[in-house]
C-alpha cells in the first residue's frame, strides 16, 4: 500500500525546506508503523514568485509540481492527487504546524476503521491555534455537526489521508481555501462516508499567514451552507418549514383566541393573517421541495435508503392515493370557509362573510394545489429514473453514495521504499 502526500506550497521559502526534511525523515517511521510500506513526496508550487521551487527542487526524493499562477490551496492539492500513485492520498500545509510522523496514526486507524477519511482535529489540548481560529472552527464544527448529525470538531484541517477510490465520490472541490471544509461537509452529508479525526498537535505556522480570518471565514461558512443544501437539502429546508410554522402560530394565537371569546376579528388584524397565510405557503413550498429534493437523492443513488418516519410520512400525503382521499376534506373546509359568500355573490352580487375566512380559504387552496404538482414532479423523477434503470440496467448516479466504492479495504501490494525525481 502506497502513501502519496502532497504538500501545497505559495511562497513558503522560510518554511518548506523544514517541512521536506521533516517529511523524508517520517517515512520510515510512517511504513514501520502503519499498513503503508512505501511513501511518495510530491509538492505544488501554486505559482510562488520566491524561492519555494528551487528549494523543494533540491531535494531529489521530491517531486515538484509547478503552477505559474495562483490556482488556489485546493487546486494544488487535486494536482498532487492526479499525479501521485497511492492508493492512499495525504496532505499537509506547507508552513510547519503539522508533524509528519502522524501521518502513522492517521493511515493505521484509516484501515483499522475502515474509514474513508482520516484527519487531524487541530483543537486538542495540545494545539497552539490562534484563539480567532479557535473560535471560528468551533462555530463550523458546530453548524456542521447540526446540520450532518454526525460529530466532528475540526472541519479545515489542513493535515488528512484519504482513500483514492473515494475521490470521485467526494469531488468536485473547490479550488480555494475552502477546498478543506468542502470535502469535510461532503463526507459528513454521506452517510456512507466514514470519517474519523484524532487529535493531533499543531504549531503556530512559519512565515506570515495567507488565511484572511473574515474574508474566508465568511467563505467557509458559505461553503458549509452550499455543500449542505446540495447534498442534504431536507434538513435545512424542513427546518426553515418548521421555523415558518412556529410563526405562523404565534402570530395567529391573538387573532384565533379573540375569534374563540368575542367571535369577530380588528380590522388591523388582516395584516398580520395575511403574513401568516405567506408563511404558511412558504413553508408548504420548503416541504414541497424537501422531499422532492430527498427522492431525488435516493432514485439517482440506487434507491438504497431507509426513510425515517417523517419522510414517509410526507411521501404518502404526496401521493396521487393520498391527495385523492383528503381532496373531500380539502373540499369541505374551503365550502365551509367561503361557500355561503360566494352563494350570496352568485345570487345577490355582494359578498358577506369576513375577510379572514378568504384569507384563510386561499391558503388552503393553495396547500392543496401545491400538494399535487409535488405529486407530479416525484412521479415524474420516479418515471425517468425507471427508465433509465430499464435502459441501461444502473443507476443514473452508482457512484454517488456507494458503499463499496467508498469503504472497501484497499488491497495491499508490497513495494520498495519510494524515491521521487523531481
Same mark, same amino acid.
Given at each position: 500500500?502506497?502513501?502519496? @502526500?502532497? =504538500?501545497?506550497?505559495?511562497?513558503?521559502?522560510?518554511?518548506?525546506?523544514?517541512?521536506?526534511?521533516?517529511?523524508?525523515?517520517?517515512?520510515?517511521?510512517?511504513?514501520?508503523?502503519?499498513?503503508?510500506?512505501?511513501?511518495?513526496? @510530491? *509538492?505544488?508550487?501554486?505559482? &510562488?514568485?520566491?524561492?519555494?521551487?528551487? =528549494?523543494?527542487?533540491?531535494?531529489?526524493?521530491?517531486?515538484?509540481?509547478?503552477?505559474?499562477?495562483?490556482?488556489?490551496?485546493?487546486?494544488?492539492?487535486?494536482?498532487?492527487?492526479?499525479?501521485?500513485?497511492?492508493?492512499?492520498?495525504?496532505?499537509?500545509?506547507?508552513?510547519?504546524?503539522?508533524?509528519?510522523?502522524?501521518? $502513522?496514526?492517521?493511515?493505521?486507524?484509516?484501515?483499522?476503521?475502515?474509514?474513508?477519511?482520516?484527519?487531524?482535529?487541530?483543537?486538542?489540548? &495540545?494545539?497552539?491555534?490562534?484563539?480567532?481560529?479557535?473560535?471560528?472552527?468551533?462555530?463550523?464544527?458546530?453548524?456542521?455537526?447540526?446540520?450532518?448529525?454526525?460529530?466532528?470538531?475540526? $472541519?479545515?484541517?489542513?493535515?488528512? *489521508?484519504?482513500?483514492?477510490?473515494?475521490?470521485?465520490?467526494?469531488?468536485?472541490?473547490?479550488?480555494?481555501?475552502?477546498?478543506?471544509?468542502?470535502?469535510?461537509?461532503?463526507?459528513?452529508?454521506?452517510?456512507?462516508?466514514? =470519517?474519523?479525526?484524532?487529535?493531533?498537535?499543531?504549531?503556530?505556522? *512559519?512565515?506570515?499567514?495567507? +488565511?484572511?480570518?473574515?474574508?474566508?471565514?465568511?467563505? /467557509? /461558512?458559505?461553503?458549509?451552507?452550499?455543500?449542505?443544501?446540495?447534498?442534504?437539502?431536507?434538513? @435545512?429546508?424542513?427546518?426553515?418549514?418548521?421555523?415558518?410554522?412556529?410563526?405562523?402560530?404565534?402570530?395567529?394565537?391573538?387573532?384565533?383566541?379573540?375569534?374563540?371569546?368575542?367571535?369577530?376579528?380588528?380590522? #388591523?388584524? @388582516?395584516?398580520? +393573517? %395575511?403574513?401568516?397565510?405567506?408563511?404558511? &405557503?412558504?413553508?408548504?413550498?420548503?416541504?414541497?421541495?424537501?422531499?422532492?429534493?430527498?427522492?431525488?437523492?435516493? /432514485? !439517482?443513488?440506487?434507491?438504497?435508503?431507509?426513510?425515517?418516519?417523517?419522510? !414517509?410520512?410526507?411521501?404518502?400525503?404526496?401521493?396521487?392515493?393520498?391527495?385523492?382521499?383528503?381532496?373531500?376534506? /380539502?373540499?369541505?373546509?374551503?365550502?365551509? %370557509?367561503?361557500?355561503?359568500?360566494? #352563494?350570496?355573490?352568485?345570487?345577490?352580487?355582494?359578498?358577506?362573510?369576513? #375577510?379572514?375566512?378568504?384569507?384563510?380559504?386561499?391558503?388552503?387552496?393553495?396547500?392543496?394545489?401545491?400538494? #399535487?404538482?409535488?405529486? !407530479?414532479?416525484?412521479?415524474?423523477?420516479?418515471?425517468?429514473?425507471?427508465?433509465?434503470?430499464?435502459?441501461?440496467?444502473?443507476?443514473?448516479?452508482?457512484?454517488?453514495?456507494?458503499?463499496?466504492?467508498?469503504?472497501?479495504?484497499?488491497?495491499?501490494?508490497?513495494?520498495?521504499?519510494?524515491?521521487?525525481?523531481?
Amino acid at each position: 500500500m502506497k502513501l502519496s @502526500i502532497v =504538500i501545497p506550497a505559495y511562497n513558503e521559502e522560510e518554511a518548506i525546506g523544514v517541512t521536506i526534511e521533516r517529511c523524508l525523515k517520517a517515512r520510515a517511521g510512517i511504513v514501520a508503523g502503519s499498513p503503508v510500506d512505501s511513501v511518495e513526496l @510530491i *509538492v505544488v508550487s501554486d505559482g &510562488s514568485d520566491d524561492r519555494t521551487v528551487e =528549494i523543494a527542487r533540491s531535494y531529489d526524493e521530491v517531486r515538484v509540481e509547478v503552477f505559474e499562477t495562483n490556482r488556489g490551496y485546493g487546486a494544488a492539492i487535486k494536482r498532487g492527487f492526479e499525479v501521485g500513485d497511492g492508493e492512499l492520498v495525504a496532505f499537509l500545509d506547507a508552513d510547519g504546524t503539522c508533524d509528519p510522523e502522524f501521518f $502513522t496514526p492517521l493511515c493505521s486507524e484509516l484501515i483499522r476503521q475502515d474509514a474513508v477519511i482520516a484527519l487531524g482535529s487541530r483543537m486538542g489540548p &495540545s494545539s497552539r491555534m490562534p484563539r480567532i481560529r479557535r473560535i471560528g472552527n468551533t462555530v463550523y464544527a458546530a453548524i456542521l455537526s447540526i446540520l450532518s448529525n454526525r460529530m466532528v470538531t475540526d $472541519t479545515a484541517s489542513g493535515m488528512r *489521508v484519504i482513500r483514492r477510490d473515494a475521490l470521485d465520490p467526494l469531488y468536485p472541490l473547490p479550488d480555494g481555501l475552502h477546498f478543506t471544509p468542502a470535502m469535510s461537509a461532503r463526507a459528513l452529508m454521506d452517510d456512507q462516508m466514514k =470519517i474519523i479525526e484524532i487529535p493531533m498537535k499543531y504549531e503556530e505556522r *512559519v512565515g506570515e499567514s495567507k +488565511l484572511n480570518v473574515l474574508r474566508d471565514g465568511v467563505r /467557509f /461558512f458559505q461553503t458549509i451552507f452550499e455543500m449542505t443544501l446540495i447534498w442534504r437539502p431536507a434538513r @435545512i429546508l424542513l427546518s426553515g418549514a418548521g421555523l415558518c410554522i412556529t410563526l405562523t402560530v404565534l402570530l395567529a394565537m391573538h387573532p384565533i383566541e379573540m375569534w374563540v371569546r368575542e367571535r369577530r376579528l380588528e380590522e #388591523w388584524m @388582516i395584516y398580520r +393573517l %395575511l403574513f401568516c397565510s405567506l408563511l404558511g &405557503s412558504v413553508a408548504m413550498t420548503m416541504v414541497s421541495a424537501s422531499v422532492i429534493a430527498k427522492n431525488m437523492h435516493a /432514485f !439517482l443513488a440506487g434507491g438504497n435508503h431507509q426513510p425515517g418516519t417523517l419522510t !414517509l410520512a410526507l411521501e404518502r400525503f404526496f401521493s396521487i392515493r393520498g391527495l385523492t382521499i383528503l381532496l373531500l376534506p /380539502f373540499a369541505l373546509v374551503t365550502v365551509a %370557509l367561503i361557500g355561503r359568500g360566494m #352563494w350570496t355573490y352568485l345570487v345577490a352580487g355582494e359578498v358577506t362573510i369576513h #375577510w379572514s375566512r378568504v384569507v384563510l380559504a386561499g391558503l388552503v387552496g393553495f396547500v392543496y394545489a401545491h400538494s #399535487w404538482v409535488t405529486c !407530479l414532479m416525484l412521479n415524474l423523477v420516479k418515471l425517468h429514473v425507471q427508465r433509465y434503470r430499464h435502459l441501461h440496467g444502473s443507476s443514473p448516479c452508482p457512484s454517488s453514495g456507494a458503499p463499496e466504492a467508498v469503504t472497501a479495504p484497499v488491497p495491499v501490494e508490497v513495494r520498495t521504499p519510494i524515491v521521487a525525481t523531481s
